[in-house]
């Protein structure tokens, strides 16, 4: 009787033991690193953020379920992390002051009819480089803080976060349009 009490005790602090050094294990980190697409030096404070997801629908769709949200500002040698979930979905955007956001799941069409034309996933690896292009006068600004606000709702959770407080111009910018289409739209007509 002393031998299986002990055992079942000894099982118990063994599975508890256990189920508490999985949950103190460290993730798995992501260094990466943004550079100027022309001059390939770093930039230093730019927005980073990653919001990772699991599930599918029946299309093969991302769910909108987050499993976790990272966000962060480059240092001053372009360098950021987060932490890696294995399997996991995810969609990742930077942005600049300045220069193009990018993201990996869409690029910036300038002047296209959609703000946001797909791309290949880019893979989240360690030591990867992402680099920015600057914004030029040729770039629409009513389109690049369109696909900036495109970009904020894929990878943030909150409009509190880094990454919106970063775009916060560019954000205003997008609200303001949007006012001056629908006063356009559903403005009163003089007679």
Same mark, same amino acid.
């Given at each position: 009787m002393k031998a299986e009490s002990f055992r079942i005790t000894f099982l118990s %602090?063994? %599975?508890? #033991? $256990? #189920?508490? &050094?999985?949950?103190?294990? =460290?993730?798995?980190?992501? !260094?990466g690193r943004v550079v100027d697409a022309e001059?390939?030096? =770093? +930039?230093?404070?730019?927005?980073?953020? +990653?919001?990772?997801?699991e599930g599918h629908d029946s299309n093969g769709a991302a769910a909108s379920r987050t499993f976790d949200? !990272?966000?962060?500002? $480059?240092?001053?040698?372009?360098?950021?992390?987060? =932490?890696?979930?294995?399997d996991?979905?995810?969609?990742?955007?930077?942005?600049?002051e300045g220069y193009i956001c990018w993201s990996s799941r869409s690029l910036f069409s300038n002047g296209a009819k959609s703000v946001a034309v797909p791309k !290949?996933?880019?893979? /989240?690896?360690?030591d990867m480089v992402v680099q920015l292009e600057r914004l030029k006068?040729?770039? $629409?600004?009513?389109?690049?803080?369109?696909?900036? /606000? &495109?970009?904020?709702?894929? /990878?943030?959770? $909150?409009?509190?976060?880094?990454?919106?407080?970063?775009i916060k111009p560019l954000f205003k910018h997008w609200r303001d349009n949007l006012r001056e289409e629908f006063k356009k739209t559903f403005g009163r007509k003089s007679t």
């Open positions: %602090i063994f %599975i508890i #033991l $256990s #189920l508490f &050094l999985a949950a103190c294990t =460290p993730k798995c980190i992501i !260094n001059t390939q030096y =770093p +930039i230093e404070g730019a927005a980073v953020a +990653i919001r990772w997801y949200v !990272n966000q962060g500002m $480059s240092n001053a040698e372009g360098k950021f992390k987060f =932490p890696h979930h294995q996991k979905n995810y969609v990742m955007g930077i942005y600049k !290949n996933a880019t893979q /989240v690896e360690n006068g040729a770039h $629409s600004e009513d389109q690049h803080a369109s696909f900036t /606000v &495109l970009v904020a709702e894929e /990878v943030t959770a $909150s409009k509190q976060s880094p990454f919106y407080k970063a």
